[in-house]
């Protein structure tokens, strides 16, 4: 099995139910606020207009100069990147989102890990996630699109990017042989919606979409997707927040000890020497974290949401 965050159940399993602060994933703990929806989003099958019109949402607000399929989050379109060509060796820059490489190699390719973009030249699949999770790496359009030039089909996971747009490539995006994947849950806060983007050329899209099928999305996610990627002061007021929050929590990590190796605005991982016991010891505490099986050391917290949710992780921290 794939390890990820956001698993509740094994630190119940492990350490017993409770009242649990999960700080193991990256989503935006402040969601955006779901409005009032039309009785049509729960009761009717979306139509092409209404997927179509949500897909359009999309490609204005990230400034897209190319289409877009809208899939039940990012992870749907991991899903299907590995049918977009023939199985064969594809090199994905590590350590990642495990799912890149966990989807390979379910479609039959052989998956090699890499260090830095410029590795995966000559590959007939790349990817990479763009700000990295879990280190927050992060490389400029000019450094990806000279890479696209040396890979048969280009995979970048933007899926952290809204609160960092100088990094995405969709505003620069008319590769031929480039998908970009964008998440919504992660940002907005709203991860159960399960709504995501490709963004590619015409061909790739429709590919895409044959193989997503009618109804990759559901009413729900399109027409509070709309809501939401058109309120552009919720955006602005959201990626403050997220910057000073960071800066609270490196500031609590610094005062543990705790050296910081990277991330975004929406988490932050920092080396505490021996990641298992760091987590062990917040767990009995009833917080949650993310830890790593490549790394000693390595821990990641997301960002608690309100004022009871820090006072819980600074007691913890310190304890």
């Known amino acids: 099995m ?11 399993a492990r350490y017993g ?19 009032d929806l039309p009785a049509r989003a729960w009761t009717a099958l979306p139509t092409r207009a209404e997927i179509a019109a949500l897909e359009r949402c999309a490609q204005a607000v990230w400034a897209a100069r190319q289409g877009c399929v809208a899939v039940a989050g990012a992870q749907g379109a991991i899903q299907l990147v590995p049918r977009l060509a023939r199985p064969g060796t594809a090199r994905v820059v590590a350590p990642t989102y495990n799912e890149h490489a966990g989807a390979l190699r379910a479609q039959g390719w052989t998956v090699e890990e890499v260090a830095t973009p410029e590795d995966l030249r000559g590959a007939a699949l790349g990817v990479l996630v763009n700000p990295n999770n879990p280190d927050g790496r992060s490389w400029t359009p000019e450094v990806l699109l000279e890479v696209a030039r040396n890979v ?17 490539l969709l505003p620069r995006l008319e590769a031929q042989n480039v998908v970009v994947l964008r ?26 979409r044959a193989l997503a099928g009618p109804w990759a999305v559901s009413g729900l996610a399109i027409h509070l997707g709309q809501a939401a990627l058109t309120d552009r002061t919720w955006q602005a007021e959201t990626c403050a927040r997220l910057d000073r929050d960071a800066a609270r929590l490196d500031g609590l990590a610094a005062a543990a000890g705790w050296r910081l190796v990277g991330g975004t605005p929406l988490f932050r991982t920092y080396d505490t020497a021996d990641a298992a016991a760091t987590q062990d010891r917040l767990a009995g505490q009833r917080v949650w974290s993310r830890i790593f099986p490549y790394s000693r050391g390595w821990i990641r917290l997301g960002l608690p949401g309100d004022a ?12």
């Not at 089909?153 to 990094?167: G, K, Q, R, T, Y």
């Not at 919504?184 to 399960?194: E, N, S, T, V």
Request: charged share 20%.
């Open 308 to 319: 009871a949710s820090w006072q819980r992780l600074e007691a913890a921290m310190a304890g």
């Open 183 to 208: 998440s919504f849950g992660k940002f907005y806060g709203l991860a159960g919606l399960r709504l995501g983007f490709a963004f590619a050329p015409e061909a790739l899209i429709a590919r895409l």
């Open 152 to 168: 048969g089909l280009l995979i970048v996971d933007e899926s952290f990017a809204d609160p960092l747009p100088e990094v995405s």
């Open 17 to 35: 139910a409770g009242d649990w602060l999960d700080l193991s994933t990256g989503i935006n703990p402040v969601p955006y606020p779901v409005p």
């Open 2 to 12: 794939r390890d990820h965050g956001g698993d509740l159940d094994r630190a119940q």
